[in-house]
């Protein structure tokens, strides 16, 4: 009995230091959870624990996604996309004119960038991508299809390298969560834009958790139009026709 009982203050002893042990280890946790560094003029937090599918980087309260690399390329083309994503009926409802130059930033291997160039035939089509692979791809289905109005376009990630008011339309599928900076991107896109040219964003709606894509892939319309504002773009509707994604459209002032 004398041995139970020393044997049993001693196991209390080791359960209070283990317990201990992982207490304070869950509180550097939690401070380094909170605890973080501003950078780029307190626009951008950088965190050290954070969501396993984010960099870590947040932007107005939203962690940014990791990208979806050019080893993905064949996701992009998949052949359900047609009835997941409806691409015939994104394109119909951005009311686009045979003048139009349209910008597809985060183009990827080109899939509506190619749908949209019959569209602007008096126009063009900017497929911009960061990933040099992505351009390569672009530029052999270009080929392949000998289309003379996509001109694929490498930008990088704080510039997609457009000129100065010279695009009626910027799409972004499935992309803009994705940009590291976001901030520098929509600066750079709003000013590439024509006054009253607009922004499209096709985004899986975050205000559903049923939807079964990664939650940092998917953006809720109020932190878009947020993001949007930041940078003085202006809502002008949201459609909600597509299964899973809102459709969100805003608009460059005119002065």
């Given at each position: 009995m004398a041995f139970d009982r020393v044997w049993q203050r001693q196991w209390s002893s080791r359960v209070c230091a283990c317990l201990m042990c992982f207490f304070a280890i869950?509180?550097?946790?939690?401070?380094?959870?909170?605890?973080?560094t501003v950078t780029q003029d307190g626009v951008y937090q950088v965190r050290t624990i954070h969501n396993p599918d984010g960099i870590g980087k947040f932007y107005m309260g939203r962690e940014i996604a990791q990208i979806m690399g050019h080893q993905g390329a064949a996701w992009l083309e998949r052949p359900s996309r047609t009835w997941e994503e409806q691409p015939d009926q994104v394109i119909?409802?951005?009311h686009l004119q045979p003048t139009d130059v349209v910008a597809d930033i985060g183009a990827g291997t080109g899939y509506f960038s190619f749908r949209i160039s019959p569209l602007v035939f008096e126009g063009k089509v900017l497929a911009v991508d960061v990933q040099p692979e992505m351009i390569d791809i672009l530029t052999m289905f270009k080929e392949e299809t000998q289309t003379e109005n996509v001109e694929p376009v490498l930008g990088s990630d704080t510039d997609p390298h457009l000129s100065a008011s010279s695009v009626d339309l910027a799409l972004m599928v499935d992309a803009y969560h994705e940009f590291e900076y976001p901030r520098?991107?929509?600066?750079?896109?709003?000013?590439a834009l024509k006054p009253g040219g607009r922004v499209a964003l096709v985004e899986?709606?975050?205000e559903n958790p049923l939807i079964p894509i990664k939650g940092l892939h998917k953006m809720t319309q109020r932190q878009t139009r947020q993001e949007m504002a930041a940078v003085g773009l202006v809502w002008?509707?949201?459609?909600?026709?597509?299964?899973?994604?809102?459709l969100m459209i805003f608009q460059k002032p005119i002065e």
């Open positions: 869950l509180l550097t946790a939690c401070n380094g959870a909170t605890l973080s119909e409802a951005l520098e991107m929509m600066e750079a896109i709003a000013q899986y709606r975050g002008m509707e949201t459609q909600e026709f597509l299964p899973q994604q809102h």
